[in-house]
């Protein structure tokens, strides 16, 4: 009795929940387009920016980044240009796609910037029955709210973690002396304070290699290694012996030696390295998952290191990480926000608007580039990448000063500033084709 | 921590699940540890002080309860309120006295340049609040109008209990006491209506208070040339930003003591809806008022004494009262404004003249009057000076530029407090605080998910600190 009592209250507030989200979503939409045709009704001769995506472009008003763009744009020439807002939060491509005439028809717009994807389903094979769960909106709230989560839980286990272990904050102290910028920098200032001895013989094996005589190089790699125990020495060091190695086909030497140190994107440059050797390559599982690089390229590498399996001969090692590659969110697009892409592409030039894509804040160029990849047109689109810039920006301030929440995992929606940075990065890939 | 924070809700689940599997003796002594481990989640070192003034206040109660001898009771009571008001006047207002009289003795060139550099005094999270709870106590027990307790632990807890620790209520050992020494009863009712007290302690907190501070902080952040409009825009949503703040935290308070088994004292009771400056005390900050008036100002006077005498008592309690907010001549100045007001209010009423009730033209005049005085005392509390307060002031009477305002902002302000006023309404209009909490249960389902909504939509994730916090 009480059990039912409790399955219908939930049910109850649950259904009145979606409702609202319906509701929200419907007053919110239809606002936004009376903004929309009053502005752009008024303006005739001012260059016409469309931008469409979901909540991370809808978001914001004022401070959203097509009100940025706006902003920006206008700040080197006044009144010249308009940016309209057509994004519609928590839909799929199929949506938008189905909108772009109506939308093209009535802005008239000469160019169109397009961030859009992040609510595609992930997964190549969605079963039919799970497209009306994502019609429902409670769900993609859910799953926004399950990413907020597990970012707020990471944060904490890596404080703890930090606690625990009495690691230092890596912020930067004011030091004595110059501040070590590169890793190269370091290295240097590493060497020049160890013993004469290991400063020797690093020095002959920099002359041996510049001799051609890696034979007597890898020796003195091998006695440099086991004398000296700084780590960011090691780290260095490391990485020229395993060039070395390479270039000598030693492959399974290379991956003992590299397990020496933490892996990091250099690594990640050498995975070819492993998969040439049959012995690591049944350890590169391990491998790969030692180099999850917390710079967004984490997802990259299974299929990087799918394509080096193809090479190796390993075919079955090739597929299953092809698959894991493509259940990954950050590096991989689903066949049908593929086709969708395309379209778009397609819809735009064929009526002479020009097409501007964006990535998503944080995330790597390369998977949206490889959706055009080949095609005769695809230098008549513009691109921007938000990876670099974005990581960087987020490395010397903070995740929170950009962001509001973590609702894509890697990336949120947009404070004023990010919303801002993020508009910066579209005006200045933009800057050669506007007036 | 935060009532709203991961941290806090994880704690509590801890601490309410072993709660409610405890007997009596231990739920005490759970409580006690989790209050220690909750004060010190914010600053373990200051732990020992709050332990120093509740011991010394355990131990003068005792000895007072014990004594027949007029002077011994009276001696103890005096040390007890000495080593309470020394350590709070020192922490947080040893600065403030010692910066104020250095800038003094510079104004009148006694001194050439400031002698005094000020200390770096950390504030002691709810100072206030645990000082005052325990001069109460010990000033009862001296009028006899409390037994004491006979247990150090049980008196202990009732110090430092988690929910009030921080920001209050202030309670009574007459009302809290018994409470702590005698078996609760936790039921499932009881969780419930807890549940939706900490609820809309949230809500008040996180939908209202927080978005409304986006909208007051940069206005009395900026330093340049005030709108009249503008700054009327943030005195409003500094009205209710202060008001869900500390009715959200004192709901949560109750709300949390409620599920186990508590009965904490409500402390808001639809303040704005006061007509004159008495009625307002009697509804907000209800524990503090009450405080004031029993330990300050009747020993003054009160209102027994005469009219002069009842006078000044008014006002040198309102003005002890805006010290007691913060260490700033503006909470000086606005404990003063009440002062003020409290005194014109009894000089330009009569005596047992009938007050206009319910929802007469008259009464809803003499609301919104009131009301608007109120928000202006809210600017001196807000103002981060006394020269803001003058340029702010300014700005409002001479410099409003009627068409030139910020729309989006005024709807902002609209769109925030409207769930709020639409609830307080209600509340009024029923005269029950807790009148959601009775409707059927559909329309309580209709509630929550709108709540909710909200919450997920415009609810601040990193929340500003409760502006009562650093008491």
Redesign the interface.
Known sequence: MRFGRALR?IG??????E???WV?SFVTQTVQSLGNSVRSSLQSDVYKIVCIGESTTLLG??DSYPSQLENVLNERKPGKFQVINQAMAGVTTDVILNHLPEWINTYQPNMVVAMIGINDPIQSQAKTHLSVLKKIKLVG?ARS?KE?LMA?FEE?RVKVWAFLKNEQKPVAEPSEGPVLETEHEQFMAAMNVAPQPQKDTYLLTLLAEGQGRDDIAEVLFEKFLSENTNPVIQSWVVKQYGVLLIRRKQYEKFVSVMDRIPPDSWTLEWVKGYCQSEQAMQRVASVIDKMVVKDGRDKLIYSWAASCFEEGGRRDLMEEYLKKSMVTESSYYAPKTRANYTALKDLLLSNDIQPVFVQYPMRDIRPLLSIFEGMPDLNRIIFVDNGTSYRQAVNEKSY?DYF??RASGDHGHGTKLGNRFLAENVAQAIAGVIP | MLFNS?EFFLFFTVVYSLYLVFSHRWQNRLLIAASCLFYAAWNWKFLGLMFISITTDYLCARKISRSDDPRTRKIFLIISIAVNLSILGFFKYFNFFACSIDGLLRDFHWLSQGVYTPLKIILPLGISFYTFEAISYVVDVYRKAATPSKSYWDYLLFVIYFPHLIAGPIMRAKSFLPQVTQPRAVTLDGFFEGSFLFFWGVFEKVFVADNLAKIVNPVFASSGAYEGGQVLLALYAFSFQIFCDFDGYSNMARGLGKCMGFELAVNFKLPYFAGDPREFWQRWHITLSTWLRDYLYIPLGGSRQGKGRMYMALIVTMLLGGLWHGAAWTFVLWGLYHGALLVGHRLVTREHQMQPTGLSPLRVLKVIVFFHLVVLGWLLFRAQSIPQVGAMLKALFVNFDLLNQDA?AWSKLVMFISPLLAVQFWQAKSGDLLVIYRQH??LK??F???M??LL??WGV??SEEFIYFQF
């Open positions: 209250s109850c507030f649950l259904l009145f929940l409702i609202f989200f929200g008003g004022k709230v709210l907020n707020i904490y929170s509001i929440d | 991961l989006a249960w559909m389902k209709l929550y998910a709108l909710v909504y997920i939509g994730m990193k």
